[in-house]
Structure formats: C-alpha cells, structure tokens
C-alpha cells in the first residue's frame, strides 16, 4: 500500500507543479488541464485515447498557428493602413517567423513542462517554437478567442512587434540573397560538404559563389545551418545593394 500511495503522492504533486507553472504563463485558471496536458505532450509517449486517437501537441501546434496568423494579420491591417498585400504577409511572417517563436517559447521555458521519452538536450530548435504554438491553440479551446487574443497581445505583439524595427528585418538571409540574384540574373550556388574535423558533433561546410567567384564560407550543425550562416555574411557584403528589398 505504501508503494501505491508514493506513487499517487508523487503524481498528485506533479500535476499540481504543472497547473502552478502553468497558471504563471496563462494569467489565468486554466478550464480545462486535459487541454494543456496535451499541449505538453510529446509523440514519443505514443498516448492514444479510447478511439486511437494520438495524444499529442501536434494538432494544437497546427490550431495555434493558425489563430498566431489571424490575430497578428487584425492587427497589421488595423495598425499599417497603407500597407497592401504583400507588405502585410512579409510583416507577418516576420512576426510568425520559426526563429521569433522559438524565442518565445524559451522566454517562457516550455521546454520544461514537456512529458516526452526523449530528454530535452536531444530536442532541436523548433521544440520551442512548436510548444508555443500548441499552447496557444489550447487557449482558444479552453477560453475561446478573445482569451487566445489577449495571451498573444501580452506575450507577442506588445513586447515583440514594432512595425519600424520589423521593417527591417531579415527572416532568412538565404531567401533575400537568392531573390537578390534572381532579379540581378547572377548566377549562384551553394556548395556544400561534411565537414570532417575533431568536433563530438557531425558539421558541414558551405562555399557559396555568385557569378563563380565563393563570396562567403560558412560551418554550422546542418547543411541549412551552415547555408544560412554564409548567406548572411554574403548578404553584409552586398548589404547596399540587397538592403533595398527588405
């Protein structure tokens, strides 16, 4: 009986750890714990429910996203009259960026309310970014959309989204520098290899050229990585001339 009475003890305290934590991120007492329980759970637990369902943050992450773009899109439009079409979805997808979300899920240290069967130093990235999403798709379902408008005023567009600074903002040097290219008709190419040096951690090297000259070289973690990281030291380079389609 001690042993059973551990467990649930251990249990109770768990849950009640998660829903403090929780209450600390939301503002608010969340209606529905089973909700955010999913919103932290990882597919590698390969929970399913009574209809074999998978129970995890995936479709939340998907619901969140979506709710991520329409309040962020009401604002710009509301916020940037002047601003057509294409100037209010490169604005979003600054906002909305891979990049700008996992920071925002770290500023919140999501990360650490996972239940998952892979630790958390094997998660890449995105970890982050997608918990967010998830969170806020479960906001929607627990409190309904002006609770879910509120959350992402108070943790996105009030801290996060200057229109000014936006402006000049680069989501992917890579996108700009090719783009650059394109409408210049340079030639270009990314030329890229594992690296095999001393490092615990498999690397790659890039060598991007423009018109068959390497104008930049890059080593990161991952061929995208390791393109990134050149494209932005080729695009400081160009910076005068590729700043102009920012």
Same mark, same amino acid.
């Given at each position: ?10 249990? *109770? ?12 991120? #939301? ?16 597919? !590698? ?14 479709? #939340?992450? $998907? ?20 601003? +057509? ?11 909305? *960026? ?43 379902? +627990?409190?309904?959309? =002006? ?18 600074? #936006?402006?000049? =903002?680069?989501?992917?040097?890579? !996108? ?11 030639? $270009? ?10 490092? +615990? ?6 060598? #991007?050229?423009? +018109? ?19 494209? =932005? ?14």
């Amino acid at each position: 009986m001690s042993v059973i009475r551990n467990i649930l003890n251990s249990r *109770s305290k768990r849950n009640g750890n998660f829903f403090i934590q929780l209450q600390n991120i #939301l503002g608010y007492k969340p209606k529905n714990i089973s909700i955010f329980r999913k919103a932290f759970t990882h597919r !590698s637990m390969n929970i399913k429910d009574s209809k074999g369902n998978a129970i995890n943050y995936e479709r #939340l992450e $998907f619901l969140g996203d979506a709710m991520l773009s329409a309040v962020i899109a009401s604002h710009l439009f509301q916020e940037v009259p002047s601003g +057509d079409e294409g100037y209010l979805t490169k604005m979003r997808s600054k906002v909305v *960026s891979r990049e700008h979300l996992n920071e925002l899920g770290k500023e919140l240290n999501l990360i650490d309310l996972v239940e998952s069967k892979i630790p958390a130093g094997q998660f890449g990235d995105n970890i982050h970014g997608n918990l967010f999403e998830a969170l806020v798709g479960a906001i929607f379902l +627990d409190k309904g959309y =002006k609770y879910c408008e509120r959350f992402i005023y108070k943790r996105v567009i009030t801290p996060h989204v200057d229109i000014e600074q #936006l402006e000049g =903002k680069v989501i992917s040097y890579k !996108s700009l520098l090719i783009e650059w290219c394109q409408k210049e008709k340079k030639i $270009f190419g990314y030329n890229v290899y594992e690296d095999t040096g001393n490092d +615990d951690v498999r690397h790659f090297s890039v060598k #991007l050229s423009i +018109d068959d000259k390497i104008v930049a070289k890059a080593r990161a973690t991952s061929k995208k990585k390791a393109e990134e990281k050149a494209s =932005k030291r080729a695009f400081f380079a160009f910076q005068n001339k590729i700043s102009k389609m920012i």
